[in-house]
């Protein structure tokens, strides 16, 4: 069992910045392929990023490629969602999400993820 708990979320004007985090329970952090997902009011949850479990490779959504970094520290259980240039159209809850899958087509799904966090809200005005 693993539980995740978001932070670092606001509200931030369009070009700027914001870092989020996501601090893991267990001893077990590193065996999880950590990834962010978001959902936009009235739309669906849709992946952002994902990182393996050593932090040697990244997955991102094409909209966020070139402004955000996903990076992860196993030895403090956390993973983080490093975001610059933000848009408006970013705005969004966003979700952390643990999986045991080996499968990297996998992991850029919701259906991909055994564990979630509760959520942070980020939101961009123009």
């Known amino acids: 069992q693993v539980q995740l708990v978001e932070s670092g979320g606001g509200l931030v004007q369009a070009g700027g910045t914001l870092r989020l985090s996501c601090a893991a329970s267990g001893r077990t952090f590193s065996s999880y392929v950590m990834g962010w997902f978001r959902q936009a009011p009235r739309k669906e949850r849709e992946f952002v990023a994902a990182?393996?479990?050593?932090?040697?490779?990244?997955y991102y959504t094409d909209s966020v490629k070139g402004r955000f970094t996903i990076s992860r520290d196993n030895a403090k259980n956390t993973v983080y969602l490093q975001m610059n240039s933000l848009k408006p159209e970013d705005t969004a809850v966003y979700y952390c999400?643990?999986?045991?899958?080996?499968?990297?087509?996998?992991?850029?799904?919701?259906?991909?993820?055994?564990?979630w966090g509760q959520g942070t809200q980020v939101t961009v005005s123009s």
């Open positions: 999400a643990a999986s045991n899958s080996y499968s990297m087509v996998v992991i850029t799904t919701t259906r991909g993820y055994n564990y």
């Open positions: 990182i393996n479990r050593s932090g040697g490779s990244t």
